[in-house]
């Protein structure tokens, strides 16, 4: 049996006002085995108008009263008042700062406080809160799980300037969906003693699809506590058996590691890659069993008595040892041919050709575009596909190498390759984009393991590039593709998630795409493109949008910082959309004589962004 890894923190809330925390803390938190607890910052007796006039809290009023256990506990607000403003919440907030409490939650807006005004008044308070005096600079929203309180959270987010400081807590019911969730930042999950059954021991345990969605959950990074009214070390014990995971291959384990972490492209022809960098990629084994796959094939259908096989860009040698036992396996004889401009890989590539493949290999150093075999190829076989296909310029590689290197009668592998995309949501992968440089970060792609994401329209074709012709002369460089997506759901548009495919050979294929992934291959992570939107409303085509409330706003103060804020960040805020709403995709393929970049720009019914990084003036790919 494998062995057991916990992935979710565990804790409690009791159903009733706790008179001391650190007497909790110590004695029914660590009784029931929690590693935290959500315990009010203050008891709620006496009227909220009357503890907001006062300069301090009165010590009988105070639920955390030491900085003890600080670390272990999330303080819970009073819910914010219209009457005094907030002032209760934030006095509570700038309390819990000083205590030391390390995450502050507040309950919601109120079903009936979804107008405008009143969503912009409780966005002003946690603004107030988070960019003031209080010390604290993150907040939880404390939130049911249904579709009314993602909406006044969506407008709260806009009201805030999407600001990363805010995260989601969710009230678990059994009726919620939570696939949109999984694209905001949830960082805590609160399971309510009544979604509890008990199984024929007598002990507490949650209905299959409650244990789908407390799964799925947890593995975005949420904490789970339970909600209780007695002794809770059941409750949590299960809880802590649920969301834990039998171990994983090495391979798997490494891949999770990179769930969600963006990452600037590889750019094999401008940059060497590290003998390390080799070496993750040829642990995908299963992508390689393709290629071995597809070359056998095409040795099998090659009439030639031995025929030239070549690799070009070998890198270490995966491709070679495939293709030699490719041969083996048919009982064909093949002169082998491998071209690396690496000259670090060519040392590992003369080491195995004395040691593993005795000599059989002709090893040539040089570019693929320019380098001189001394034979051509009538298999021709690269590894050059990317995250998107294209990226890593495969298209002008094999071209050039067609050309130059293979048979007029020969076959390319592969023969075509494909890139796709689908407008995605994920708050998450948009608040790291955005920490790029001057905002620059968000005109970067990325490839990034895609996990606290919702893909919101089935993916489609980008564009192509075919080499199954004899000389590549049909391959154009450069394209456009303008797509239109139909969104399945209410959500925000973040940014493009992007996959491809490719043809190797007859009906041997490598994909990424969500309904095709070539099965447990790992060397291609999703490309992801961010956006950053220039919002127009109200019939205002190019308008900037802000919310009525604060529109023209010129007071200063807090008032005016929220203006200004959002003034400032308006450009940066993604799509809102709807279901059934047609979501415009304009991609290009662009190039010069030295490099090769994308472009991209969205456009829903209610907004668009801009063309994102004209002229690669933010990322290119050197060639």
Not at 39 to 50: C, D, H, R, V
Not at 373 to 380: E, G, I, N, R, T
Request: glycine share 6%; net charge negative; proline share 5%.
């Amino acid at each position: 049996m494998p062995s057991e890894k916990a992935v979710a923190a565990i804790g409690v809330e009791p159903s009733w006002t706790v008179d001391d925390a650190d007497t909790f803390v110590d004695g029914s938190m660590v009784g029931s085995e929690a590693d935290f607890a959500l315990l009010e910052i203050t008891k709620p007796q006496g009227s909220a108008a009357a503890n907001s006039r006062r300069c301090f809290f009165e010590l009988e009023d105070v639920v955390v009263k030491t900085p003890a256990n600080g670390y272990c506990i999330v303080g819970k607000t009073a819910a914010l008042s219209d009457a005094d403003h907030g002032a209760l919440v934030v006095r509570q907030i700038e309390y819990a700062s000083y205590i030391g409490l390390r995450r502050v939650m507040v309950p919601g807006p109120a079903a009936a406080a979804a107008a405008d005004a009143c969503l912009a008044a409780y966005a002003r308070v946690l603004l107030a809160a988070t960019h003031g005096d209080s010390g604290i600079s993150a907040l939880t929203l404390r939130l049911r799980a249904d579709e009314q309180s993602w909406r006044s959270w969506r407008r709260v987010r806009e009201l805030c300037g999407h600001s990363t400081a805010l995260s989601v807590a969710l009230d678990l019911s059994s009726e919620c969906d939570i696939e949109q969730w999984r694209a905001e930042p949830v960082q805590l999950v609160v399971v309510p003693e009544a979604m509890f059954t008990t199984n024929p021991s007598g002990y507490p345990v949650l209905w299959r699809k409650d244990q789908e969605t407390v799964r799925r959950l947890s593995e975005i990074g949420a904490a789970i506590a339970v909600q209780h009214s007695g002794t809770a070390s059941d409750h949590v014990r299960y809880l802590r058996h649920l969301t834990r995971a039998a171990d994983k291959s090495a391979a798997q384990e490494a891949t999770d590691l990179y769930r969600d972490v963006l990452q600037v492209p590889l750019q094999p022809l401008m940059n060497h890659l590290e003998s390390v960098t080799y070496e993750t990629f040829e642990a995908d084994l299963p992508k390689y069993d393709a290629y071995e796959a597809a070359i056998r094939s095409a040795l099998a259908a090659c009439a030639k008595t031995q025929p030239v096989v070549m690799v070009a860009g070998a890198g270490r040698g995966p491709l070679v040892s495939r293709a030699l036992a490719a041969a083996a396996g048919l009982g064909r004889s093949v002169r082998m041919i491998a071209v690396e401009k690496n000259p670090g890989a060519m040392v590992t590539l003369q080491r195995r050709n004395a040691s593993e493949w005795r000599g059989a290999v002709e090893i040539v150093h040089g570019d693929m575009r320019m380098c001189e075999p001394s034979a051509k190829a009538d298999v021709l076989i690269s590894e050059l596909l990317g995250s998107f296909g294209d990226n890593e310029l495969a298209p002008e590689c094999m071209d050039a190498a067609i050309a130059r290197l293979m048979h007029p009668d020969g076959v390319s592998i592969p023969s075509r390759y494909a890139a796709y995309a689908a407008p995605l949501s994920s708050s998450l992968l948009h608040a790291h984009a955005s920490r790029g440089a001057d905002g620059y970060g968000l005109e970067t792609p990325y490839v990034v393991n895609v996990h606290a994401a919702r893909v919101l329209a089935p993916t489609q074709q980008v564009w192509a590039f075919d080499h199954s012709g004899a000389d590549g002369s049909d391959v154009r460089f450069e394209r456009f593709a303008s797509i239109s997506f139909v969104c399945s759901a209410a959500s925000v548009v973040h940014g493009l998630v992007g996959y491809f495919d490719a043809t190797l050979h007859g009906r041997h294929c490598l994909s990424t795409l969500p309904q095709a992934h070539t099965p447990d291959m790992d060397s291609w992570f999703p490309m992801f493109f961010p956006l950053k939107a220039s919002i127009r409303g109200f019939g205002e085509p190019g308008a900037l949008w802000m919310p009525r409330a604060i529109r023209y706003t010129k007071k200063e103060g807090n008032d005016g910082l929220l203006a200004n804020l959002l003034c400032a960040l308006c450009c940066a805020i993604p799509l809102n959309v709807e279901a059934g709403d047609r979501v415009g995709v304009s991609m290009w393929r662009r190039s010069s004589a030295s490099r090769v970049w994308y472009e991209w720009a969205v456009e829903t019914p209610a907004a668009a962004s801009s063309v994102h990084n004209v002229n690669g003036h933010e990322y290119s790919i050197g060639k």
